[in-house]
């Protein structure tokens, strides 16, 4: 009976969150405070960051994934057959590559450059990083708020990487 009182008094003190992906986000926030840290997946799965680890809040609703995908230009679907990702993941790098171009609402794909899987030094905003990804490399460009950008998206240690490039 001990045994049981403890394990229900350890259940208990652990966040859950089993409600809707809005209301899952706002409880996070809520019970995290200052501290809350969400990081989203490439299969658009958001999670949130706690003492005990990483927990499931809920994936992103398909109304908020199309409304990033209409934000695309038409020409960027054609533009994509360059890509080495399948059309599902293709998807979530649209919708995660919008997200981090905050204050933009049109987006235009210029242009899709597979790259050879090897050692690679991107220049960032914060100065050289060398990467070394292993199962795919593509060059992205793309026009967002009136600028033309370039983006580096690759493999590492299993989780996607979206690195915006600066040219030298």
Known sequence: MLVLSVLSGLASAAPSYTGSFMENMRAYVKDAGAKAEIAMSSELVYRGKTEDGWVVLGTMPEEMVAYSLQQWSEASASRLASSSFSENDVI??????????????????TAVERLPLQQATLRTANGEQVIEPQAYSERWGVNACGKARTWHIYDANGTTEFVELVEP
């Open 92 to 109: 979530s790098k649209l919708v995660i590559l919008g997200m981090k171009m905050t204050g933009c609402d049109d987006f235009d794909l």
